[in-house]
């Protein structure tokens, strides 16, 4: 499993760019890692170094909350700080309206051009292709944070769910939730396979199968046609990787219902 795990096609899109989602997987892993084993603080040291990413860390701090885990909320709390102040003495005080005037033009820019956002693969992309406004695909986004939100709460609050559960439902909101989502992100789609095979989510049948397939891929299928042509150039994951996503969050609340598991982690 970790082999596979690690030669994941889901991982092209941001080795063949440079991104540093992978950068930010290795650091969620490393911190999901220390929570199992108990090393509460250094699993707050290690979360509060993802705030590269904020867009993708709004889950973490239910999970935290939910399950209770003080110590690791204020060591992640500490290290964010920390980090907040490292700009602030080299630019001064003035980096941090700047910061805000800079992400509120971006966000602008996304709503107005999100149509043309093709390597865009979350649901507030996918409203848009099947016709949706962008203002409304954007509510409908909200509401899909929201519920995934909810999961999270449910999830990492049960001492009845294990970690590897938990985990494959943390990751599945993380991408759902965001609503900029680019195709290199979803190289998290392949450890959402190993927590959910882990978990015994999915099994060795033939459809289970199939399905973690297309989890292993993810959008790697998007930089695999770059070189091959297999499909055209402007083809939208976003009809193949969100519906994935929600069939996983789908799969992993059937799970709970219909098993029960002693807890393998942190509660």
Known sequence: QGTAMALAPAYLPALLIGQNSLLWLAGLLAALAALRSGRWILAGVLIGCLTLKPQLGLMIPLALLAAGLWRTILAASATTILLAALPTLAFGPEYWPLLAERLSEHSERLLFSI???FLSVGPFYLGTLVGLSAELALKLQWVVTAAAALAVLMFWRSDRIGFDAKAALLMIAILLSAPYLWYYETAMMATVGLFMTRAGILTTSPPHLVFLLLLWF???????????DILPEDFPGAVVITPVLFVSLALCLRHVLTTRRPATGPA
Not at 219 to 227: D, K, L, P, R, T
């Open 115 to 117: 149509n043309d956002l």
């Open 218 to 228: 993810a959008a790697g299928f998007q930089a695999i046609n770059i070189y091959l």
